[in-house]
């Protein structure tokens, strides 16, 4: 773990940076999963629920591009750390929270120690990548996407059970969390302490003219709203829809749900490594526009070709995020932090207002009607036609990117 080793791969580093983002969405998954327990013996109303969500969106979202754009200039090391510090914060602040503007602080502690994490560990991945940049990406995205499915099941397990203030062991997970990304840091410090003097902020020139760095940035945060509020519908109201369309149990709809969030992970873990493979645009084209004739055809079939169109979709839509990433950073070299952080901070905030607009459908029009509606979405992935052929661009300068990152 102390040296970079030219072309290799780090594995010690990419699996803590992995882990640590397993930890970090972990704990603020915490948060919304702690607000049925909270809302009554609090008093809490559901506007005053909604704008505890809203600061905590806004905090661990807008504030993202920035930590990166700062970093890219001047790396960080031992931010990781101290993020993780400030969500832990945050998560002993919720323990014992005993009103509505003690949580709304607890929400913004953990959406900063959020955004100060993601933009770094981001650019750490990369730099331990040994080139395989969309593999890389793959193995700490999905260290995300395992700890926002696995915070529901340890509230349900030791908080409810036990009350709010057992919330406080989390507190010894951000600890981990800390000592993980200590070890991380070092590295991260040493591999910068080892380049060549003035090569740690120097500017890379992107493969393609500005104009057409600006039309493609545009593409690749359409292709994210489209994927996002799609799987924000799905991981918020898919249950409701089975047990709604198909009258099936409350259980055997959370099963269902299980298995399609073990889909979003298994083709978050695939995308990365076939970009590195066959290339990020061929990548983009199958895992957006090659979901649309599942996403059309799901809210009119039977159970059983539900559940398997449904584990379709999971697959390909999760495939999409690393390629988008990755291809982003191709797109604009030196500007790993900043990419990471827009794009990071805007899926989850996409994510978020997804879920809000899809429910107000639904109230209005029905559960089925959103579904429908819902299913045309992925048509915006026809706009990768219009993305730039980046691979052939970015092997001539793929030496000097992989040296700074």
């Known amino acids: 773990m102390a040296s970079a080793g030219g072309g290799l791969v780090i594995m010690p580093v990419l699996l803590a940076v992995s882990v640590a983002h397993l930890i970090n969405d972990t ?38 591009p920035f930590v990166g754009l700062y970093t890219d200039r001047r790396p960080l090391p031992f931010s990781l750390p101290s993020g993780m510090v400030v969500t832990g914060a945050g998560i002993l602040l919720l ?7 003690t949580l709304l602080l607890a929400a913004t502690l953990i959406g900063v120690g ?7 560990a981001s650019r750490v991945a990369r730099l331990a990548s040994g080139g395989r940049y969309g593999f890389a990406q793959s193995l700490f995205q999905v260290g995300g996407n395992s700890g926002q499915a696995l915070a529901p099941l340890l509230v349900a397990l030791f908080v409810y059970p036990l009350g709010q203030a057992h919330a ?33 902020n120097q500017p890379l020139p992107s493969p393609v003219d500005r104009p057409k ?30 047990i709604e369309r198909f009258g099936v149990s409350v259980q055997a709809a959370q099963l269902h749900l299980f298995v399609f969030l073990g889909a979003v992970a298994a083709g978050t873990m695939l995308g990365g490594p076939l970009g590195d493979r066959i290339g990020r645009k ?15 055809a799901l809210p009119f079939l039977s159970l059983p ?15 999409a995020f690393p390629a988008i990433v990755v291809y982003a ?48 979405l992925p048509a915006i992935g026809l706009l990768v036609t219009f993305l730039p052929d980046l691979d052939a661009l970015t092997r001539r300068g793929s030496r000097q990117i992989v040296a700074t990152g």
């Open 213 to 242: 760095v600006i039309a493609a940035l545009a593409i690749l945060l359409a292709l994210t709203f489209s994927k996002n509020v799609y799987m924000a519908a799905f991981s918020s109201y898919y249950t409701f829809f089975l």
């Open 114 to 120: 959020s955004s100060v994490f993601h933009p770094e």
């Open 329 to 376: 950073q191709e797109l604009m070299p030196g500007r790993v932090g900043m990419v990471a952080g827009l794009f990071f901070g805007f899926a989850f905030g996409m994510g978020g207002i997804g879920a809000v607009l899809v429910g107000w459908l639904a109230d209005v029009q029905g559960l089925t009607f959103a579904f429908r509606l819902c299913a045309l």
């Open 95 to 101: 323990a014992f929270a005993e009103n509505f503007w």
């Open 305 to 319: 070709l539900t559940v398997l169109a449904a584990i379709v979709v999971g697959v390909l839509m999760a495939s």
């Open 282 to 296: 061929p990548v983009l084209w199958l895992s957006i526009a090659g979901v649309l004739p599942f996403s059309l």
């Open 168 to 200: 406080a062991w989390f507190a010894l997970v951000a600890g981990l969390g800390v000592f993980l990304l200590l070890r991380v840091s070092r590295w991260y410090r040493d591999h910068l302490e080892a380049l060549p003097r003035g090569t740690r």
């Open 27 to 64: 704990l603020q998954s915490v948060l919304l999963s702690i607000y049925p327990m909270v809302r009554e013996p609090l008093g809490l109303d559901y506007v005053q629920i909604g704008l505890i969500t809203l600061v905590f969106q806004l905090t661990a979202s807008v504030l993202q």
